[in-house]
T-cell receptor, first 111, second 113 residues
Framework: GESVGLHLPTLSVQEGDNSIINCAYS??????FIWYKQESGKGPQFIID?????DKRQGQRVTVLLNKTVKHLSLQIAATQPGDSAVYFC??????????FGGGTRLMVKP | NAGVTQTPKFQVLKTGQSMTLQCAQD?????MSWYRQDPGMGLRLIHY???????DQGEVPNGYNVSRSTTEDFPLRLLSAAPSQTSVYFC????????????FGSGTRLTVV
């Protein structure tokens, strides 16, 4: 069935290091992917998105990579800061503008 | 500009009670949706709407009803609450146009005892 999942449930990194959060998806018809950040007690917050006709997109300190061949995308955070500590979700958009979310990865930043 | 507003933030219900979770957006977004988030799981789509007067079922619609009488509001109704509906509920909105991310509300934490 259709699913979007994550490889690691928890990622612990040292402040200042780069973080890489991975995500696999199963529906090759997904045309658009989004990364969300969710802090405790808050709703998901949009970070960055990428369309299926791209393989890389950069934002401020964040980069999303898409590999359609193996149905994998990743979120890279440069110079990780304590404020980056949160749960990160990937989501793929399918027919009808419906998003399918992965289970989430908790990023913990050690000072 | 308030974005997406959800009320209440917290609610405790007894099994069999009914209630409505409110969601309102002021961004003139066509698309609105309801998700539930359970521990260790991602967000799962309950119902969605692509415009006023149009609603459709998502992945887990059973036990929930929705209506979309205006562009701004998209209430979620629990007709007879069950403990399995204990969860955090998020409302989200977006434009229909391709490439626009969703805006989420801050969530309603519902406990059914």
């Amino acid at each position: 069935g259709e699913s979007v999942g994550l490889h690691l449930p928890t990622l612990s990194v040292q402040e200042g290091d780069n973080s890489i959060i991975n995500c696999a998806y199963s529906n090759s018809a997904s045309d658009y992917f989004i990364w969300y950040k969710q802090e405790s007690g808050k709703g998901p917050q949009f970070i960055i998105d990428i369309r299926s006709n791209m393989d890389k997109r950069q934002g401020q300190r964040v980069t999303v990579l898409l590999n359609k061949t193996v149905k994998h995308l990743s979120l890279q955070i440069a110079a990780t800061q304590p404020g980056d500590s949160a749960v990160y979700f990937c989501a793929g958009r399918n027919a009808g503008n419906m998003l399918t979310f992965g289970g989430g990865t908790r990023l913990m930043v050690k000072p | 500009n308030a974005g997406v507003t959800q009320t209440p933030k917290f609610q405790v219900l007894k099994t069999g009670q009914s209630m409505t979770l409110q969601c309102a957006q002021d961004m003139n977004h066509e698309y609105m949706s309801w998700y539930r988030q359970d521990p260790g799981m991602g967000l799962r789509l309950i119902h969605y709407s692509v415009g006023a007067g149009i609603t459709d079922q998502g992945e887990v619609p059973n036990g929930y009803n929705v209506s979309r009488s205006t562009t701004e509001d998209f209430p979620l109704r629990l007709l007879s609450a069950a403990p399995s509906q204990t969860s955090v509920y998020f409302c989200a909105s977006s434009t229909i146009a391709a490439g626009y991310g969703y805006t989420f509300g801050s969530g309603t934490r519902l406990t059914v005892v």
